[in-house]
């Protein structure tokens, strides 16, 4: 039994800061940011939001287009890096509860920026086995609560919001719609490339002695950019090649939205228009996990897509991780 994405939904908190806006708690400028990464606002989640606060609207979303009950649900898989608890309980549970998916398993996916590609070939696999009927794919994050707001190498990259989507059979085999292949890797020899160093059972917090800088998001930039752009051009020559097909075929590829210019290196070196690539990291910025089903719902909400049309989600992110999805939508 095949497996195709249903329907998608997204939800972003309505607070939205823009450059000028961080510019006055870091030394840095509207101009800087937008050159160097194509972001011009993030959305930021307020005080009492958790990462399980933004995937239920979207989750709610994502079933009422589905016209599905959330009774109906087998699975609920939520990708984050931002999870509302440190390893337990899952933000998965959080969410299942949420939405009243009272006959659902229930797990998080951790592959960072790669998640939601990782998440979604997890439910494919499922729904192809015959374990599962429809399965609940979130990406959500709250990256403004594991920022050092001092830090301008990382605080103007990353925004927080939510994505999801229900992957059901294809019950029909004349049905244009399919996730058709993935690709999934790992590099874990470059972890601490952008890593959380502390929090964890590697180096436990410490009241008192953990500096606080240990316990936000720290990147290698450079790093990061080298390996990234190298992620994309590897992963889209692949699926296409061994998909049979040219990059003309596809409709769109939906890339991890980290930045503009990584995408604009790997387009150029893989001999792509970057208009073929679909962007919109200027209003969300770096959402991770949630930055490519928070595009595809853009997408789905501007009508770019129809049934069958093929799409290239691409991944990259912490770990290192990397990866992508063939879709024909
Ligand atoms: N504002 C102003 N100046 C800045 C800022 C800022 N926000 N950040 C860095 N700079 C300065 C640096 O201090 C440096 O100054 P110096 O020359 O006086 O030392 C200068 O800008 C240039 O720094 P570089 O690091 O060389 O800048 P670069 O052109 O490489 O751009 C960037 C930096 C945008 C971070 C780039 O390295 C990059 O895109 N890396 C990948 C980041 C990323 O996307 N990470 C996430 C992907 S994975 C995931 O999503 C989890």
Same mark, same amino acid.
């Given at each position: 039994?095949?497996?195709?994405?249903?329907?998608?939904?997204?939800?972003?908190?309505?607070?939205?800061?823009?450059?000028?806006?961080?510019?006055?708690?870091?030394?840095?400028?509207?101009?800087?940011?937008?050159?160097?990464?194509?972001?011009?606002?993030?959305?930021?989640?307020?005080?009492?939001?958790? %990462?399980?606060?933004?995937?239920?609207?979207?989750? !709610?979303? $994502?079933?009422?287009?589905?016209?599905?009950?959330? @009774? *109906? &649900?087998?699975?609920?898989?939520?990708?984050?890096?931002?999870?509302?608890?440190?390893?337990?309980?899952?933000?998965?549970?959080?969410?299942?509860?949420?939405?009243?998916?009272?006959?659902?398993?229930?797990?998080?996916?951790?592959?960072?920026?790669?998640?939601?590609?990782?998440?979604?070939?997890?439910?494919?696999?499922?729904?192809?086995?015959?374990?599962?009927?429809?399965?609940?794919?979130?990406?959500?994050?709250?990256?403004?609560?594991?920022?050092?707001?001092?830090?301008?190498?990382?605080?103007?990259?990353?925004?927080?919001?939510?994505?999801?989507?229900?992957?059901?059979?294809?019950?029909?085999?004349?049905?244009?719609?399919?996730?058709?292949?993935?690709?999934?890797?790992?590099?874990?020899?470059?972890?601490? %490339?952008?890593?959380?160093?502390?929090?964890?059972? !590697?180096? $436990?917090?410490?009241?008192?002695?953990?500096?606080? @800088? *240990? &316990?936000?998001?720290?990147?290698?930039?450079?790093?990061?950019?080298?390996?990234?752009?190298?992620?994309?051009?590897?992963?889209?020559?692949?699926?296409?090649?061994?998909?049979?097909?040219?990059?003309?075929?596809?409709?769109?590829?939906?890339?991890?939205?980290?930045?503009?210019?990584?995408?604009?290196?790997?387009?150029?070196?893989?001999?792509?228009?970057?208009?073929?690539?679909?962007?919109?990291?200027?209003?969300?910025?770096?959402?991770?996990?949630?930055?490519?089903?928070?595009?595809?719902?853009?997408?789905?909400?501007?009508?770019?897509?129809?049934?069958?049309?093929?799409?290239?989600?691409?991944?990259?992110?912490?770990?290192?991780?990397?990866?992508?999805?063939?879709?024909?939508?």
């Amino acid at each position: 039994m095949e497996a195709f994405i249903q329907s998608v939904g997204a939800y972003a908190p309505p607070r939205r800061m823009s450059n000028n806006e961080l510019a006055q708690l870091v030394d840095t400028s509207d101009e800087w940011i937008y050159s160097h990464t194509g972001i011009s606002f993030r959305h930021i989640a307020d005080e009492s939001e958790a %990462a399980s606060d933004l995937a239920i609207p979207a989750a !709610r979303k $994502a079933l009422e287009a589905a016209g599905l009950a959330a @009774s *109906e &649900l087998d699975l609920v898989i939520v990708a984050t890096s931002t999870p509302d608890y440190v390893g337990l309980p899952s933000t998965a549970c959080v969410v299942q509860d949420g939405i009243g998916a009272t006959k659902a398993g229930a797990m998080d996916v951790m592959a960072v920026c790669t998640g939601f590609v990782y998440a979604l070939e997890t439910a494919r696999a499922f729904v192809r086995s015959g374990s599962a009927r429809h399965v609940l794919v979130a990406g959500t994050e709250v990256y403004s609560k594991i920022m050092n707001w001092s830090d301008r190498n990382t605080c103007v990259l990353f925004g927080d919001g939510a994505g999801a989507v229900i992957v059901s059979p294809v019950h029909d085999d004349a049905a244009p719609s399919r996730i058709l292949d993935s690709i999934l890797r790992s590099d874990g020899n470059g972890a601490t %490339a952008l890593m959380r160093p502390c929090g964890g059972t !590697r180096s $436990a917090y410490v009241p008192g002695q953990t500096p606080e @800088s *240990e &316990l936000a998001l720290q990147m290698d930039g450079r790093r990061v950019y080298i390996f990234a752009v190298r992620a994309v051009v590897d992963t889209i020559t692949e699926i296409l090649e061994r998909n049979n097909l040219r990059f003309e075929d596809v409709r769109y590829f939906v890339p991890h939205q980290a930045n503009r210019r990584i995408i604009e290196a790997a387009a150029k070196r893989v001999g792509i228009p970057i208009d073929r690539f679909y962007l919109n990291m200027h209003e969300y910025a770096n959402t991770s996990a949630a930055s490519i089903p928070l595009a595809l719902d853009e997408m789905n909400t501007k009508e770019l897509l129809e049934r069958g049309d093929l799409i290239v989600t691409i991944g990259f992110g912490a770990g290192l991780t990397y990866g992508a999805n063939l879709v024909a939508w």
